[in-house]
């Protein structure tokens, strides 16, 4: 079933400026998992809002195209998390404990006391924050907000949950214990996400969606997706080229246990010698 889909759709911040999305075709499915990659300004943190619904905020945009969102599994209009590459914004900081700025989004929902208890532990558990869960949102360092707010919208446990750039202010071993976080929420949910980080794109993505300008050049499995073509609009790390280099030359260690997605990506970053 389609969350979300968008036919020809252009969208400019104001009347007179360039379209930060410009005739875009998109569908996400339900327990889907998209990443969308690209260069600074290509689109990505722009398609997430407008697929959020968000965009309603910027009275002065302009619209062309259709944007369809479908209706969840209880018959109403699917609902949508989102983790904002701003996410600082979204901490409400009216709440004296990590655990309550968590409920909120619960009673936001109106769910009854007892399911919200239920729905903040395992979003707490989940995230791993349970060492921060009694202390003050005003204490916390920059990833630990990031964690606080990615766990409220899970709490909420939306139809389709929308994180831009959400590895922003994680160290490597939370930006890996993530990617198993997400894998594991996509058989309840549809994903959207905004990052460009390879190894995770590998790990947690169905899909991967390039854009350049406002504009899809890439869609498919990542393995497909990143070409000769498609990789100058990608914002990979300098070390891609080295592994690129290694594995040409015949220096890779072959006795290395390297992960199934690593191997992935290194059979993607070979069609860098190849055709398009």
Request: charged letters at 25%.
């Amino acid at each position: 079933m389609k969350i979300v889909s968008l036919t020809e759709f252009s969208l400019s911040y104001t009347k007179d400026s360039p379209p930060a999305l410009n005739g875009i075709n998109f569908d996400l499915n339900s327990r889907e998992s998209v990443v969308v990659s690209g260069l600074s300004g290509s689109g990505k943190s722009t398609l997430c809002l407008a697929i959020a619904g968000l965009t309603e905020t910027f009275p002065a945009m302009t619209f062309k195209g259709v944007i369809r969102r479908s209706d969840g599994a209880n018959g109403e209009r699917a609902r949508v998390g989102i983790v904002l590459q701003n996410f600082y914004s979204q901490i409400t900081y009216l709440r004296s404990t990590v655990m309550e700025e968590i409920a909120f989004s619960c009673e936001n929902l109106g769910l009854p006391r007892q399911e919200t208890v239920r729905r903040v532990s395992e979003a707490i558990d989940m995230v791993r924050i349970g060492h921060l869960a009694d202390r003050s949102p005003l204490e916390l360092s920059g990833g630990e907000k990031q964690k606080v707010v990615l766990a409220a919208a899970i709490a909420g446990k939306p139809d389709l949950l929308v994180l831009d750039e959400p590895l922003s202010q994680l160290d490597p071993e939370s930006t890996a214990y993530l990617g198993g976080v997400l894998t594991e929420l996509k058989r309840e949910m549809a994903l959207l996400i905004a990052e460009n980080d390879p190894y995770f794109i590998l790990k947690v993505a169905d899909r991967l969606v390039v854009l350049s300008e406002g504009k899809i050049v890439a869609d498919g499995p990542p393995e497909e997706a990143i070409t000769r073509s498609s990789v100058a609009y990608l914002d990979l790390p300098a070390w891609t080229m080295c592994v690129a280099k290694a594995d040409e030359e015949g220096i890779t260690r072959e006795n290395r246990q390297a992960p199934p997605y690593e191997l992935n990506y290194r059979k993607a970053i070979s069609a860098l010698k190849g055709p398009n």
